[in-house]
């Protein structure tokens, strides 16, 4: 299988090449978004491509914002590749990993949904005792679920850049309390919706983070990717075990070997070994097959 690091499409203009996605103009109305098989953990991109990584993305935010267009609006448009590439064959190399979006202006600020106590939220709390000001109760243990689901956004960054967690009070100051609130509300119900339906399929979705927009109507609109491996932690529900950090679908796994090492989070990120890239590979490849295969 090989890899796509990233792209170049005749006739479109390049707007924007994030740690994953290649962004492109399609007309004055539409994106045109693939997701490459970039990696990134701790907000800096891995210098070694993950094989099949962004068909597994594309294919699970195809999945779930079918699911969930009963909650909130998405981005997803009508038109399609072969209206704005020309070329077959490079159709045919990217068509996998691409989606056709409606042009909007994102939201400043990513919206976190947190059932399980894990990650930056759990190093949080053994400092605070508290997760972006929400008090929690004493002795909580490291992956354990949390009382009730909690939304806990943050900043976002640019390449290279660390995402900063804020407060609710904070994210309503950035964008106004109305709209925060509905951010924090649609976040919450896409989340119940989609941890329900993985519980039936053997994954604990742990967390998740969204971005939204607001279209020319100021309806509320979920954009770029939903509950993927990337923006996701996704546990086997059978080998989950609180107190520790619990084996994932996800990147998880990458981010477990970099701890091991001696870098400092900060750009240039050092090379995976090629059995951690092909285990990545076969993690995200059985997250899809998990959760969206037998429907696809």
């Given amino acids: 299988m ?18 994953v996605r290649d962004i492109y ?14 990696l990134s953990a701790f907000d800096v991109v891995l210098p070694d491509p993950i094989p099949g990584k962004g068909a597994v ?4 935010s195809r999945f779930w914002f079918s699911r969930t267009e009963g ?21 045919a190399s990217i068509a996998g990993q691409t989606m056709v979006v409606r042009r909007l202006s994102p939201l400043p600020i ?14 949080d709390y053994q400092r605070t005792g508290a997760v972006c000001g929400i008090r929690l109760p ?17 900043t976002k960054a640019e390449a290279g850049a660390h995402d900063e967690n804020i407060d609710f009070e904070t994210a309503a100051a950035l964008v106004g309390r109305g709209l925060a609130e509905r951010v924090r509300d649609a976040s919450i119900r896409v989340y119940l919706e989609a941890a329900n339906f993985a519980a039936t399929r053997g994954i604990i979705i742990a967390d998740t983070k969204f971005e ?13 990717e939903v509950l993927t491996p990337d923006s996701s932690r996704f546990w086997p529900a059978d080998e989950y075990v609180p107190g520790t950090s619990p084996p994932s679908f996800d990147k998880q796994f990458v981010r477990d070997y970099l701890e091991t090492l001696d870098w400092n989070k900060t750009p240039p990120a050092p090379s995976l070994p090629p059995g ?18 037998a429907e696809s």
Avoid: M
């Fill in 57 to 60: 993305l594309t294919g699970l």
């Fill in 138 to 154: 004493s002795g909580l243990r490291q992956a354990d679920k949390l009382p009730e689901v909690i939304f806990t956004p943050s």
């Fill in 276 to 293: 951690i890239i092909e285990r990545t590979s076969r993690k995200y490849r059985e997250a899809f097959d998990r959760i969206a295969g």
């Fill in 212 to 224: 939204f927009a607001l279209d020319s109507d100021g309806e509320l609109v979920i954009i770029d």
């Fill in 71 to 91: 909650i909130v609006r998405n981005h997803c448009a009508s038109a399609t590749i072969e209206d704005f590439v020309a070329d077959p064959e490079v159709r």
């Fill in 110 to 123: 990513e919206a976190i949904v947190r059932g399980y106590l894990i990650g930056s939220g759990w190093k």
């Fill in 25 to 38: 103009a399609a007309g004055d109305e539409h994106l045109l978004i693939v997701a490459t098989d970039r």
């Fill in 2 to 19: 090989t890899a796509i690091f990233d792209t170049n499409i005749p006739n479109l203009d390049l707007i924007g090449r994030g740690k």
